[in-house]
């Protein structure tokens, strides 16, 4: 008999939607300390700026705002699980909008402060079960904000590595969904049971094909902290350079999950 399939992880609404507003709030108050020699600084996302990057960030929470204008879909269409897959074919039109908002808001500040204010307004009006048209396909409101909280996370630690000195804090909760849902994204990617992958505090997940690790001490381990994670599941830092500076612990012959990574691009 198959193993019985794993129940899908659940995300707690009120502490996704305070870690979305959580961590907006520390990015929006690290931007009034930059300078605008800070904000032409270069990014390790292709040709963006510091400025391009900002713009982006609110562009991600705003994604919410563009799906509620759109009527409600009839039928959930994917799990929030799946949402990691849609990034990479869009890269070109989000370069394209972020590079428009970026011209058409010189003031971030202002332009986020109004995205956090319109956000909650939003929030208040529509049921966490409000069903969204978003790129990845329909999901319930409550689902996509964990995906908010994932943008926000990344692109804070983009902003932490373009700019010299700046220690823009993570908030726990949006650190933690974003860490499970790209482990999870994972599992689901490769299949399986004969790899752990540990992310503590956060996450334990199963994966890779083989032979299926029942008790003890796993013979295939993968071991790392919630900020490399993110980093490999996104493509920002190398399976080998992680390894090379210790930063993640392999041990076994099904441990290599290099070849899976990035999960998200």
Known sequence: MPPAKKRPRSYDPAKTRAAVFAQLGTVREALRGLEPRQLALPTRLGAWTVRDLVAHI????TAVHRALELPAPARQTVTVVEW?????????????????????????????ADVDQSLRALLDEHPGSRLLDTSAGALPLDDYLVTRALELVVHTDDLNAAVPGLEVPYDRQAL???????????????????????????AVVQCVEGPRH????????????PLTWIRLATGRTAWADAL????????????DIGGLLPVMA
């Open 244 to 255: 090379a500076a210790a930063k993640v612990s392999a041990s076994g012959e099904r441990a």
């Open 58 to 61: 609110g562009m991600a929470v």
């Open 176 to 202: 933690a969904a974003t860490t499970r849902l790209l482990a999870d994204a994972l599992a689901v990617k490769a299949p399986g049971g004969s790899t752990e992958v540990r992310v503590p505090p956060y």
């Open 214 to 225: 029942t008790r003890g001490t796993p013979p295939n381990v993968v071991e790392t902290d």
């Open 84 to 112: 990691p897959f849609s990034t990479r074919p869009r890269a070109g039109a989000i370069d394209d909008f972020t590079r428009g908002l970026t011209a058409a808001h010189p003031d971030l500040g202002a332009y986020l």
